[in-house]
């Protein structure tokens, strides 16, 4: 009875629904029914541009983030979390270091080999160097940067990395002597012998530059920061041009050339080559499911302030364990994919160089004048 009640029903709402349909249709036809005003014209242009990928829109990201906390009301000030939520997602959509082969700057035509001795030659000197030297390498690297990449990528890591570097440079200009040794003179001072003390010269050396409570900036640790906060950028600045100018499978390659002497020594050049290839690959898995984990929880509008005070480190270690285990589940579907390819071992695993860009000489010349000219002046300072 109950299964014949709700067929009836069923179908008395099907004719019904396709009654009315007609009814309007009718309508329609004679000019009696006028559309409908729409209350949202954009609403499928919206829907639209949602589904596309976010990445190189870091502005729509933000406002994303601003309306899912709109509901939370307009007197509530904006808490700590979602300061480093938005710094996050307003960043550059790119993942950083990864290759950009469009548009083609001086730095995508020089061979990869002479990069890597570049590098190397770079951050083996620069820290005996003197600081002249040190911040000319900064100025060339910055220039070379601004001259590289596109302005949505190189201002936002210039921005960070100066910011990393001044907090450096501050922090061990002041906290390197900040607490002197005590010393104790061998003869006791010209008041006491009753010698006449003699005055300072003006041109005289001085050790300490600034002292101030227990703050003291000397000719040492004033040094020491310089060197510090330039080898830190040059450091990550030139492995991001590095990465960003250079295929991983360029690299990889590279580093295989530089590496196959080690062979005679019993060396797995092979293996280490093809580490550096996953590893260079996985980076921006990594980087994509840290920013899609961080957009998920700003879309939710968590509201931070009501949930206590250890409720931010409880989620930040339940979102490091999702991210851990989207990693894992990441990696096993690479290492299927290896095996489905055929994948044996790394002796017997070649890497594709066909879609290869070839260097050019002029370019490879002038990277090695300069090599030769930073290798010069460091031995002459030795």
Not at 234 to 255: K, N, R, Y
Not at 295 to 305: C, E, I, Q, S, Y
Request: with cysteine; hydrophobic share 45%.
């Amino acid at each position: 009875m109950l299964q014949r009640f709700h067929k009836h029903h069923c179908t008395h709402n099907a004719i019904a629904g396709t009654d009315q349909t007609s009814l309007a249709n009718a309508r329609w036809k004679q000019g009696l029914l006028q559309p409908k005003p729409a209350t949202r014209p954009h609403t499928h242009q919206r829907c639209a541009r949602s589904r596309r990928p976010t990445v190189g829109r870091p502005r729509a990201l933000l406002g994303l983030l601003q309306a899912g906390r709109a509901g939370r009301g307009k007197g509530s000030s904006e808490s700590i979390e979602d300061k480093v939520l938005s710094t996050f997602l307003s960043g550059s959509a790119t993942p950083y270091s990864s290759y950009i082969a469009d548009p083609r700057s001086f730095l995508h035509d020089v061979h990869p080999i002479i990069k890597q001795v570049w590098l190397v030659v770079v951050l083996g000197t620069a820290g005996r160097a003197p600081a002249a030297v040190q911040a000319s390498l900064c100025l060339v690297t910055v220039l070379q940067t601004i001259s590289t990449l596109p302005p949505r990528l190189w201002q936002p890591q210039l921005k960070r990395l100066g910011l990393l570097c001044t907090v450096i440079l501050l922090f061990v200009c002041i906290g390197a002597d900040s607490v002197p040794p005590k010393l104790q003179t061998r003869a006791p001072p010209p008041q006491v012998s009753g010698l006449p003390s003699l005055a300072a010269s003006k041109g005289a050396y001085k050790h300490v530059l600034f002292h101030w409570g227990i703050f003291t900036i000397t000719q040492r640790s004033l040094t020491l920061a310089c060197s510090s906060a330039s080898l830190t950028f040059l450091a990550l600045q030139s492995a991001s041009l590095t990465l960003t100018t250079t295929p991983s499978e360029e690299i990889a390659l590279a580093l295989q050339s530089l590496m196959s002497p080690l062979r005679f020594l019993g060396v797995p050049v092979k293996q280490v080559t093809l580490s550096v290839l996953l590893a260079l690959r996985f980076m921006a898995l990594v980087l994509e499911e840290m920013r899609n984990l961080a957009l998920g929880l700003a879309m939710r509008g968590v509201d931070w302030k009501a949930m206590g005070p250890g409720s931010g480190l409880n989620v930040i270690v339940r979102l490091v364990g999702r991210l851990f285990s989207n990693l894992f589940r990441q990696s096993e579907a690479v290492a299927q994919a290896l095996h489905a390819r055929g994948f044996v071992s790394a002796d017997e695993h070649t890497i594709y160089t066909g879609l290869l860009h070839k260097s050019r000489p002029f370019n490879n010349v002038i990277c090695c004048s300069a090599i030769a000219g930073l290798l010069a002046q460091a031995f002459v300072h030795l």
